[in-house]
């Protein structure tokens, strides 16, 4: 048994099935690669029919205990995804002195600080590559080839669905309900697509990165999340004309005075810009670094195969080090506790829409406003009429949140002003 790197799989589902192809399939490469062979020895499956079909070739269980007391497994995959009991089966695993290699976000974002303690005791590995954009590789580049680099940002589009809504609304002018549905027939979206349009997923995914990226730990909690659920086509429409396409970004960023900064929301990038040429499913992932300048990491961010590739290579990962004997080797790298910046002291440009009583004097009052609470502004653009109301477009320079937020309230309170439509944020290194 000291020749094989045995692997104990929990769940055989859609990604824990492409696993098993990916080891079947490889299986030669692998070994060679390793230095001995790596094989999938027992399963927890409690889907009666899949594990009848997986009975003929793997030990099938129904128990946890059945894989967590296995002297012989060396590597414990969890596949099972949510947070409970996936969360409580990985620290078991890990005490039990496994290595464990998951693709479960849920349970990173929260549980990460508990975990990778437990890790460390245990002188065991804890890989999680699958876990932040499917197949595209991007944790382990960040823990070791980015390791000299102080990073100073990540921005990424982090979620198919809602990159998938975003193309289809801008490229065919649909709304938001049309494309929501069209997704949802398409298995991009799930019947309950909250997490995803709501901005959840990515603000997990981002929580991770930040972590890696500034060597402290962010939890979910600490994310400021807005989702798409009320874009409209209008204000899509409205960007590509001003040389922006919006997408749905997860940012976090280092600032020396203001502390880390970490959000997720609908962002309008210059449509030159990398991240903005990412389309439909696609996934991308764009890190400045001092030394590196700015990098990007694309491919396809979910699916079987692609999510199977990620947590395959953490296994051939890990079973080097058991080769090696150097498990443990790369421990957890949130050793520092940088400070959180505030919501309020965030910074960014912005984009906003608002419909104003068409009278003189209104522009000079709109932009008084802004003045007022040191707003200035790059381009007050007059639109169409709308019910009677003409619709204006303003762009910011950069501003802090709280400012913006007092010039909205300020703006709400004008008798000139019927309404304020949308403020959606601006990445542009232009209006800085």
Do not use: W
């Not at 045995?6 to 859609?14: C, D, F, M």
């Not at 990985?90 to 990778?116: Q, S």
């Not at 000299?148 to 990159?163: D, Q």
């Amino acid at each position: 048994m000291d020749n094989v790197v045995n692997v104990g799989l929990l769940g055989a589902g859609t990604v824990g099935g492409g696993v098993i192809l990916v080891l079947e399939k490889n299986a030669a490469d692998i070994e060679k690669k390793v230095g001995m062979p790596v094989r999938i020895t027992k399963i927890l499956e409690r889907n009666p029919q899949l594990a009848v079909e997986l009975g003929q070739k793997y030990q099938i269980t129904d128990k946890i205990e059945d894989i967590l007391e296995d002297p012989d497994l060396d590597i414990v995959v969890e596949l099972i995804g949510r947070e409970h009991p996936a969360k409580e089966f990985i620290a078991e695993a890990l005490r039990h002195g496994k290595n464990v290699v998951t693709a479960n976000k849920d349970v990173l974002a929260k549980h990460g600080k508990e975990l990778f303690e437990l890790a460390s005791q245990n002188q065991v590995d804890f890989m999680f590559e699958a876990s932040v954009g499917g197949g595209i590789p991007i944790i382990r580049p960040l823990k070791s080839c980015l390791a000299a680099n102080k990073i100073t940002s990540v921005m990424g589009i982090v979620n198919g669905t809602t990159n998938y809504m975003l193309t289809k609304m801008s490229a065919e002018h649909l709304d938001f309900a049309d494309v929501l549905k069209e997704a949802q027939d398409k298995g991009y979206a799930e019947s309950d697509p909250t997490a995803d349009i709501g901005g959840l997923d990515a603000a997990r995914k981002i929580a991770i990165l930040a972590s890696i990226a500034f060597n402290t730990r962010v939890v979910l909690e600490d994310v400021h999340v807005e989702g798409i659920e009320n874009l409209t086509l209008r204000d899509i429409d409205y960007a590509n004309e001003l040389g922006y396409v919006v997408k749905l970004l997860a940012i976090a960023k280092r600032d020396e005075k203001d502390g880390i900064s970490v959000r997720v929301h609908p962002t309008m990038l210059p449509s030159d810009h990398p991240l903005a040429k990412v389309n439909d499913v696609y996934n991308a992932v764009y890190v400045t670094g001092d030394a590196v300048g700015d990098t990007m990491f694309f491919g396809r961010g979910a699916g079987r195969m692609p999510t199977a590739s990620a947590v395959c290579g953490d296994i051939v990962d890990v079973a080097r080090n058991i080769r090696h004997g150097s498990t443990g080797r790369i421990s957890c790298t949130c050793y520092d506790e940088k400070h959180l910046c505030t919501i309020e002291n965030i910074t960014s440009p912005c984009y906003i829409r608002l419909h104003v009583h068409d009278k003189p004097g209104v522009l000079a009052g709109i932009a008084a406003a802004f003045g007022a609470q040191n707003v200035s502004l790059k381009n007050v653009v007059q639109k169409a009429k709308v019910n009677g109301f003409s619709e204006l477009v303003v762009i910011t320079y950069d501003v802090s949140e709280f400012n913006l937020r007092m010039a909205i309230q300020t703006l709400r309170a004008l008798p000139i002003v019927e309404k304020i439509c949308s403020v959606i944020r601006v990445e542009d290194d232009n209006l800085d």
